[in-house]
């Protein structure tokens, strides 16, 4: 056997790194694609049937090839080799685009090529070429700059959401990351995540000097800006001594969690503390008998999976090595497939709460369906991202659920806008509402 | 270049978001680098990016589209998913590729077991409708994930094709857009608007779309099929598990897969045989034994140390018979069913190993897909339908060739492929399968292709390589004697000005032509005239 080995692996070996600066990396990736569309389409096994089959948006609204991954494959592979130029379609292309993972989950059912990296390099690459990022993202990368905000907002008002009742401790364990949208836009998220951590006899303190993650500017290629936040951000966490950073954003989960490690080209559990989103937090707090979440709340509810709390948000590990014959590599690469996300603890807070009758939308989890907001599509593409959670919503009337819950303020922005254009009785509520509105007033 | 002028009737046609010719929407369809038959010779010297992409909703649209192109001579090519790599891509430069994934209309007819589909709908989502109303379809080897029209018209078979059958047996009411625009409806939409019935009053022409594994669009754009479903058994088979960990969970008392193993490939043979014989099982089968490996590996490395440890002698002797057992009826008929089952393998030495009560694959999810993963390089070079004896020779002529081509293709020991029974056993069905890695010289395996065909030639194999497959004019006059002229009279017949698909169904023969690594090879006669 050693020497079949031997002849089997006698192909000289190609360096290569999960490093989204530079395009080489993934070109293996993208020549790679089959054009199965696993990328696109739900996963066959719990395919629902003839509506809701797909799980890309992009590919679902634009409907050519070209915005499906298999056609962003091949068009990024002609631009690596120098055989296609940008144009405005094809930033389009690229940008019209969640970064939502359900291809990357989908291609590592089947073929384990690395897509959503290849994806977030691909924007990097427009950066570099001088063609990228869009113009309202210009917009908000000077937003962050100046104001340390995605909105623009005076960073003065940065805790403007804090009550009397909501007072963080000078020092605790927990440090609770609130991040713009909670900061600024829906303030009761960030209330109720305060309450329920107080609730369960924990103390949280704030960052110092709170600035925005830089969720979009990594998103849409502004890797040395992003990576400056990540720099002055994991640092800010370090100097509180905190063993726990605690988000309700699942965009800041993913960032921290995920983004910064790979921005800083270190290990998830080299950060120096641990990151948990609140859904995590609870859930545990709940198991150990520290919350009760007794107070019945009577709705038919559904779940939305936010793609970053639960497809994307697998730690990260850096990872340089060499692809040899038939494209295996050495060392082994320990591959992000999505399995691992948070899909459990937030149903099983959610069912276990009196009164809510947790009905399921036939596209959940790792199949789940973009809310189409997030990694600076909206700001975009406003009409792509309002197509995206119409199509969404139209799966929550389908089981006519009365509430619709996610764990991530920029999905509740974003949902609660688009029922309001629609005037539909859907109520949409972030998860943290909920559990704080389900603990026991005794307690 | 497709003109202003014609560019502006597009748009009149379908609206202009769903017509372009952006070089970025073209290159969003080109048929490589990866995938099936993709980065061989044929990819590279016979496919090109379209020259402008259309995506039709309905029939009347379609029958538009392509009067126009008649009219101005426009080449077009059909494609529904992509999937069947550089075959259902343009071979010549400016085409009109028509993307028909908007025509998915899903009707199921439950009383009369059929379902109605367009082109863009794929096989899960029909699996699923039918089997929530108590029937079922197979689930092609091509994938979940192919277009059922497609897939009917080319393929078409899974191992539950055992019990369901062949699948020109389940097309009914057909409508297909002739290469010059006119519509032909088959079946009974001959008459009327209901598709029950294939056989139409006038000639079937179902045969010529299909022919043994399709002609790839070049006789034209089906936009309209009904299906024949079959009746299966009520209770849910539950999705588990997170992907890539999925599976569907079978609910034991009525159906089961129960995995064999027997002394020798005649007791498999025999097994299969009285197995049909006795008219029980939903599926028999035996894959290629790699893709066992596959399913154990967590990761390609990971494959390749388990199937490392194989050798010749481990695979020769290995005999596995996979047998899928559904309670169509009653709990009752499946535990008959078994017993009856188990009758057939106690004499043959058949030895029931523990079998996982879930599938994997073939129920709603072929997983063609995932045969890519070792490799990087796939294509399905052989299938052979004729008798379950006929396995015996073909199997071991077909690995002693790809012995001679290995490297590069992939180490696989003399595995004989794929083989089952197909219509309770009145039919065998050999499946050869090669791999490669697309980074080394991949000239050795373009001729190995055709190298398949001459042995099947010699050995007088009854083969699928036939029509837009392998050069035409090697492989007609030796199946017909006259096949290769009876298809080209079609052709001729149906498209005059061969707009649909060109050149198609002449297309290997001028990638031989064209491509100096195949010279060599060519001992066979053609034309001079045949297009460049």
């Given at each position: 056997?050693?020497?079949?080995?031997?002849?089997?692996?006698?192909?000289?070996?190609?360096?290569?790194?999960?490093?989204?600066?530079?395009?080489?990396?993934?070109?293996?990736?993208?020549?790679?694609?089959?054009?199965?569309?696993?990328?696109?389409?739900?996963?066959?096994?719990?395919?629902?049937?003839?509506?809701?089959?797909?799980?890309?948006?992009?590919?679902?609204?634009?409907?050519?090839?070209?915005?499906?991954?298999?056609?962003?494959?091949?068009?990024?592979?002609?631009?690596?080799?120098?055989?296609?130029?940008?144009?405005?379609?094809?930033?389009?292309?690229?940008?019209?685009?969640?970064?939502?993972?359900?291809?990357?989950?989908?291609?590592?059912?089947?073929?384990?090529?690395?897509?959503?990296?290849?994806?977030?390099?691909?924007?990097?690459?427009?950066?570099?070429?001088?063609?990228?990022?869009?113009?309202?993202?210009?917009?908000?990368?000077?937003?962050?700059?100046?104001?340390?905000?995605?909105?623009?907002?005076?960073?003065?008002?940065?805790?403007?959401?804090?009550?009397?009742?909501?007072?963080?401790?000078?020092?605790?364990?927990?440090?609770?990351?609130?991040?713009?949208?909670?900061?600024?836009?829906?303030?009761?998220?960030?209330?109720?995540?305060?309450?329920?951590?107080?609730?369960?006899?924990?103390?949280?303190?704030?960052?110092?000097?709170?600035?925005?993650?830089?969720?979009?500017?990594?998103?849409?290629?502004?890797?040395?800006?992003?990576?400056?936040?990540?720099?002055?951000?994991?640092?800010?966490?370090?100097?509180?001594?905190?063993?726990?950073?605690?988000?309700?954003?699942?965009?800041?989960?993913?960032?921290?969690?995920?983004?910064?490690?790979?921005?800083?080209?270190?290990?998830?559990?080299?950060?120096?503390?641990?990151?948990?989103?609140?859904?995590?937090?609870?859930?545990?707090?709940?198991?150990?008998?520290?919350?009760?979440?007794?107070?019945?709340?009577?709705?038919?509810?559904?779940?939305?999976?936010?793609?970053?709390?639960?497809?994307?948000?697998?730690?990260?590990?850096?990872?340089?090595?060499?692809?040899?014959?038939?494209?295996?590599?050495?060392?082994?690469?320990?591959?992000?497939?999505?399995?691992?996300?948070?899909?459990?603890?937030?149903?099983?807070?959610?069912?276990?709460?009196?009164?809510?009758?947790?009905?399921?939308?036939?596209?959940?989890?790792?199949?789940?369906?973009?809310?189409?907001?997030?990694?600076?599509?909206?700001?975009?593409?406003?009409?792509?991202?309002?197509?995206?959670?119409?199509?969404?919503?139209?799966?929550?009337?389908?089981?006519?659920?009365?509430?619709?819950?996610?764990?991530?303020?920029?999905?509740?922005?974003?949902?609660?806008?688009?029922?309001?254009?629609?005037?539909?009785?859907?109520?949409?509520?972030?998860?943290?509402?909920?559990?704080?509105?389900?603990?026991?007033?005794?307690? | 270049?497709?003109?202003?002028?014609?560019?502006?009737?597009?748009?009149?046609?379908?609206?202009?978001?769903?017509?372009?010719?952006?070089?970025?929407?073209?290159?969003?369809?080109?048929?490589?680098?990866?995938?099936?038959?993709?980065?061989?010779?044929?990819?590279?010297?016979?496919?090109?990016?379209?020259?402008?992409?259309?995506?039709?909703?309905?029939?009347?649209?379609?029958?538009?589209?392509?009067?126009?192109?008649?009219?101005?001579?426009?080449?077009?090519?059909?494609?529904?998913?992509?999937?069947?790599?550089?075959?259902?891509?343009?071979?010549?430069?400016?085409?009109?590729?028509?993307?028909?994934?908007?025509?998915?209309?899903?009707?199921?007819?439950?009383?009369?077991?059929?379902?109605?589909?367009?082109?863009?709908?794929?096989?899960?989502?029909?699996?699923?409708?039918?089997?929530?109303?108590?029937?079922?379809?197979?689930?092609?080897?091509?994938?979940?994930?192919?277009?059922?029209?497609?897939?009917?018209?080319?393929?078409?078979?899974?191992?539950?094709?055992?019990?369901?059958?062949?699948?020109?047996?389940?097309?009914?009411?057909?409508?297909?857009?002739?290469?010059?625009?006119?519509l032909l409806r088959l079946g009974s939409l001959a008459t009327d608007d209901d598709p029950f019935w294939g056989e139409s009053p006038g000639p079937d022409l179902r045969g010529l779309l299909r022919g043994y594994t399709g002609l790839r669009g070049c006789l034209g754009i089906v936009t309209r099929m009904a299906i024949k479903t079959l009746p299966f058994q009520p209770e849910r088979l539950e999705p588990t598990g997170v992907s890539p960990d999925t599976a569907l969970a079978l609910p034991q008392n009525r159906v089961k897969w129960i995995n064999f193993t027997v002394p020798s490939k005649e007791a498999q043979v025999k097994a299969m045989r009285e197995i049909g014989h006795a008219e029980i099982a939903g599926a028999v089968t035996k894959v290629p034994l790699f893709w066992r490996a596959i399913a154990k590996a967590e990761c390609k490395e990971e494959f390749w140390d388990i199937w490392g440890q194989e050798t010749e002698e481990s695979i020769a002797n290995f005999f596995i018979v996979r047998v899928l057992l559904i309670g169509f009826t009653s709990e009752e008929q499946m535990a008959y069913d078994e017993k009856v089952l188990m009758d057939i393998m106690e004499p043959l030495g058949g030895i029931a190993r523990r079998t996982k009560p879930s599938d994997e694959s073939w129920i709603k999810n072929a997983d063609s897909a995932g045969m890519w993963?070792?490799?990087?390089?796939?294509?399905?070079?052989?299938?052979?339908?004729?008798?379950?004896?006929?396995?015996?020779?073909?199997?071991?002529?077909?690995?002693?060739?790809?012995?001679?081509?290995?490297?590069?293709?992939?180490?696989?020991?003399?595995?004989?492929?794929?083989?089952?029974?197909?219509?309770?056993?009145?039919?065998?069905?050999?499946?050869?399968?090669?791999?490669?890695?697309?980074?080394?010289?991949?000239?050795?395996?373009?001729?190995?292709?055709?190298?398949?065909?001459?042995?099947?030639?010699?050995?007088?194999?009854?083969?699928?390589?036939?029509?837009?497959?392998?050069?035409?004019?090697?492989?007609?006059?030796?199946?017909?004697?006259?096949?290769?002229?009876?298809?080209?009279?079609?052709?001729?017949?149906?498209?005059?000005?061969?707009?649909?698909?060109?050149?198609?169904?002449?297309?290997?023969?001028?990638?031989?032509?064209?491509?100096?690594?195949?010279?060599?090879?060519?001992?066979?006669?053609?034309?001079?005239?045949?297009?460049?």
């Amino acid at each position: 056997m050693a020497e079949e080995l031997n002849v089997r692996y006698y192909k000289p070996r190609d360096e290569f790194k999960l490093d989204v600066t530079d395009i080489e990396n993934f070109v293996y990736d993208m020549s790679r694609c089959i054009k199965c569309k696993g990328c696109t389409w739900v996963e066959h096994t719990y395919m629902p049937g003839a509506k809701f089959m797909t799980r890309c948006p992009s590919a679902t609204i634009y409907e050519f090839d070209a915005y499906g991954a298999y056609g962003k494959m091949r068009i990024g592979h002609a631009m690596a080799e120098g055989l296609l130029d940008w144009n405005e379609k094809a930033l389009e292309v690229m940008y019209a685009c969640t970064l939502c993972g359900a291809c990357d989950v989908g291609c590592k059912r089947n073929l384990d090529l690395e897509i959503g990296l290849t994806l977030e390099s691909l924007r990097v690459k427009a950066v570099q070429d001088g063609v990228g990022p869009m113009p309202a993202h210009k917009k908000l990368a000077a937003n962050i700059e100046k104001k340390h905000n995605f909105y623009g907002a005076a960073h003065k008002d940065r805790k403007g959401w804090l009550t009397e009742e909501t007072q963080p401790a000078r020092k605790a364990d927990i440090v609770y990351f609130v991040g713009c949208n909670a900061s600024y836009k829906n303030q009761e998220i960030a209330r109720s995540t305060a309450k329920i951590i107080q609730a369960a006899g924990d103390d949280f303190m704030l960052l110092p000097n709170e600035w925005c993650c830089g969720n979009t500017l990594f998103s849409v290629g502004l890797y040395d800006e992003a990576k400056a936040l990540a720099e002055r951000n994991v640092e800010a966490m370090r100097k509180t001594g905190a063993r726990t950073l605690l988000t309700s954003c699942a965009e800041g989960y993913r960032m921290w969690k995920v983004d910064y490690p790979k921005l800083l080209d270190i290990a998830t559990e080299d950060l120096g503390f641990e990151v948990i989103h609140l859904v995590e937090y609870a859930g545990d707090r709940i198991a150990n008998g520290a919350l009760k979440t007794t107070r019945p709340f009577e709705t038919r509810m559904t779940y939305h999976d936010s793609c970053s709390l639960s497809r994307l948000s697998e730690p990260w590990t850096p990872y340089e090595g060499k692809r040899g014959w038939m494209g295996c590599v050495e060392p082994r690469l320990k591959r992000r497939r999505g399995k691992n996300g948070v899909y459990f603890p937030p149903r099983d807070i959610l069912k276990g709460i009196p009164g809510v009758n947790l009905v399921e939308m036939p596209r959940m989890r790792e199949n789940a369906f973009c809310c189409g907001a997030g990694r600076g599509t909206k700001e975009a593409f406003p009409d792509f991202a309002r197509r995206a959670a119409n199509h969404r919503l139209e799966e929550v009337r389908e089981i006519g659920a009365e509430t619709l819950v996610a764990a991530c303020p920029w999905c509740k922005s974003h949902f609660s806008e688009v029922t309001g254009e629609n005037g539909d009785a859907i109520q949409v509520l972030d998860i943290a509402e909920v559990i704080c509105a389900s603990l026991d007033a005794s307690a | 270049m497709i003109s202003k002028e014609v560019y502006r009737i597009l748009e009149s046609i379908v609206g202009p978001e769903y017509v372009s010719d952006d070089p970025v929407i073209c290159e969003g369809y080109r048929s490589g680098p990866g995938g099936y038959e993709n980065g061989l010779g044929y990819e590279r010297v016979m496919t090109l990016v379209p020259g402008c992409v259309i995506m039709p909703r309905t029939t009347e649209e379609v029958q538009r589209i392509v009067k126009v192109c008649y009219r101005r001579d426009i080449p077009y090519v059909p494609y529904s998913t992509g999937f069947y790599g550089p075959r259902s891509h343009p071979h010549v430069e400016d085409a009109l590729l028509i993307d028909l994934k908007r025509m998915n209309d899903f009707v199921l007819d439950e009383k009369h077991f059929y379902v109605e589909v367009g082109p863009g709908m794929v096989y899960s989502p029909i699996q699923e409708e039918c089997m929530n109303h108590g029937a079922y379809v197979v689930i092609g080897g091509g994938g979940a994930q192919a277009s059922a029209i497609a897939n009917l018209i080319g393929d078409g078979w899974s191992p539950l094709s055992h019990r369901i059958g062949l699948p020109h047996r389940r097309i009914l009411g057909t409508e297909v857009v002739m290469p010059d625009g006119e519509l032909l409806r088959l079946g009974s939409l001959a008459t009327d608007d209901d598709p029950f019935w294939g056989e139409s009053p006038g000639p079937d022409l179902r045969g010529l779309l299909r022919g043994y594994t399709g002609l790839r669009g070049c006789l034209g754009i089906v936009t309209r099929m009904a299906i024949k479903t079959l009746p299966f058994q009520p209770e849910r088979l539950e999705p588990t598990g997170v992907s890539p960990d999925t599976a569907l969970a079978l609910p034991q008392n009525r159906v089961k897969w129960i995995n064999f193993t027997v002394p020798s490939k005649e007791a498999q043979v025999k097994a299969m045989r009285e197995i049909g014989h006795a008219e029980i099982a939903g599926a028999v089968t035996k894959v290629p034994l790699f893709w066992r490996a596959i399913a154990k590996a967590e990761c390609k490395e990971e494959f390749w140390d388990i199937w490392g440890q194989e050798t010749e002698e481990s695979i020769a002797n290995f005999f596995i018979v996979r047998v899928l057992l559904i309670g169509f009826t009653s709990e009752e008929q499946m535990a008959y069913d078994e017993k009856v089952l188990m009758d057939i393998m106690e004499p043959l030495g058949g030895i029931a190993r523990r079998t996982k009560p879930s599938d994997e694959s073939w129920i709603k999810n072929a997983d063609s897909a995932g045969m890519w993963l070792m490799c990087g390089g796939y294509v399905s070079l052989d299938y052979v339908i004729e008798t379950l004896t006929q396995s015996i020779e073909h199997g071991p002529t077909y690995a002693d060739l790809k012995k001679k081509y290995t490297p590069p293709l992939m180490p696989d020991y003399g595995d004989p492929g794929w083989f089952q029974s197909f219509e309770l056993g009145h039919q065998g069905y050999s499946e050869f399968l090669i791999y490669w890695d697309p980074d080394d010289d991949t000239d050795p395996v373009d001729r190995f292709y055709v190298d398949t065909s001459k042995m099947n030639i010699k050995n007088r194999f009854y083969t699928s390589l036939l029509g837009p497959h392998q050069p035409l004019y090697l492989t007609g006059p030796k199946y017909g004697p006259n096949y290769h002229e009876f298809l080209l009279k079609v052709k001729d017949e149906f498209d005059p000005k061969w707009m649909s698909h060109p050149p198609v169904p002449l297309a290997h023969d001028v990638f031989v032509e064209r491509a100096p690594w195949m010279h060599a090879m060519k001992d066979w006669e053609s034309p001079d005239d045949l297009p460049k």
